[in-house]
């Protein structure tokens, strides 16, 4: 059996260096991206590259640590509130359609579109919750690794001034991202599962690739995305038994 699978979380000792793992693992997954957008760049294969890449990526992932241990499994029953305590999760990734869908886009390209954004929303959630969330948490509190955690997420769309971003566009995508980072390490906190975050994650990225970015609903759009984050932060909250959060 792998060494890490053999440690990962079964040792106080490891914890240290299982953060710092996971913050390389990070590290390696922004280089990827940059990386993956530049072949694909260089040889007219566009997003297809990256998508392929984090596919292979995420395979590493799954190969070096075992799913359970990154929470890559069903929500926690006790924790589980019905169908209905999901529908802000399924409002947050439509929402977005509501600006239409963008009509320059080829059948090709909104089928790389799924491809790429169904890998990195498995991978980003297996590295900031499964990974980073748990890391901080076994080294302080649930509360502190759902902000740094958060943060983390919000502040790794950084990478995007790559992409092309302007500062405006760049600062309100990180103050959203940031939002809804915080509001999925509250919910992993609550379900000891990255599943649902997983295909939130896939489906509102998916929503913001193939749908019209340049309409003047997008200030809106975005004001609504983070309202409603922050108003389902605060519903997980209330509804958290403390038994599942740990304090000290």
Known sequence: MNIVKKEM??????????????????????????????????????????AL???????????????????LKLPE??????????????????????AGLET???????????LLMLAVGVVEEVLFRGLLFQAIEKNSTTKRAVIISGITFGFGHVVNLLRGYGAVELSSQIVV??????????????TRSIVPGAIFHA???????VTNQATEL??????????????YSFVIIRTTPKRMVKVA
């Open 9 to 50: 979380y079964m040792n106080p000792t490891n914890d240290k260096k299982i953060l710092r793992r996971s913050l390389l693992w990070i590290l390696v997954y922004i280089a990827l991206v940059n990386i993956g957008d530049e072949i694909g760049r260089q040889t007219g294969l566009g997003s297809l590259v990256t």
């Open 53 to 71: 890449v984090l596919l292979c990526f995420s395979g590493i992932l799954l190969k070096t640590y075992r799913a359970q241990d990154l929470l």
């Open 77 to 98: 029953r006790k924790a589980c509130k019905g169908v209905w305590f999901y529908i802000p999760l399924l409002v947050l990734a439509l929402i977005q359609w509501f």
């Open 104 to 114: 320059s886009l080829l059948l090709s390209d909104i089928l790389v579109a799924a």
């Open 177 to 190: 991202a940031i939002a809804v980072g915080i509001m999925l390490s509250l919910l992993v906190a609550m």
């Open 203 to 209: 489906l509102f990225n998916f929503s913001g690739t």
């Open 218 to 231: 997008q200030a809106m759009l975005l004001l609504a995305i983070l309202i409603i984050s922050v108003a």
